[in-house]
């Protein structure tokens, strides 16, 4: 019912960009919290920027200055803007959005995308 498509991913040089999509698409009643989280080799899976419905953002402080996080509710998409790149950022990135999904039940639903690959490497 819930689909969530990333893109942005890929291969970038120390100091360079990338900009990550996660595109929310399926029966959505409303969409509350939207983050990005990403796990590294060997490491655990951490936080690295959610924003709320109203636009209230957190960052993580190994990112913070770099990394800048946005939404478009209108298209239901969150953006990851990760400039600076360092090669302590390469990880799997995982799109993660907590909604509501019908009028009828309140529950609120965690989705996970499928995991865009983030490479920093000279």
């Known amino acids: 019912q819930v689909q969530l498509e990333e893109s942005g991913g890929g291969l970038v040089q120390p100091g360079g960009s990338l900009r990550l999509s996660c595109a929310v698409s399926?029966?959505?009643?409303?969409?509350?919290?939207m983050g990005w989280y990403r796990q590294a080799p060997g490491e655990q899976r951490e936080l690295v920027a959610h924003i709320s419905s109203d636009g209230t953002t957190n960052i993580a402080d190994s990112v913070k200055g770099r990394f800048t996080i946005s939404r478009d509710n209108a298209k239901n998409t969150v953006y990851l803007q990760m400039n600076g790149l360092k090669f302590e950022d390469t990880a799997v990135y995982f799109c993660?959005?907590?909604?509501?999904?019908?009028?009828?039940?309140?529950?609120?639903?965690?989705?996970w995308g499928q995991g865009t690959q983030v490479t920093v490497s000279s």
């Open positions: 399926g029966r959505i009643f409303r969409l509350n919290n």
């Open positions: 993660n959005v907590r909604a509501r999904t019908q009028w009828s039940d309140l529950a609120e639903y965690a989705f």
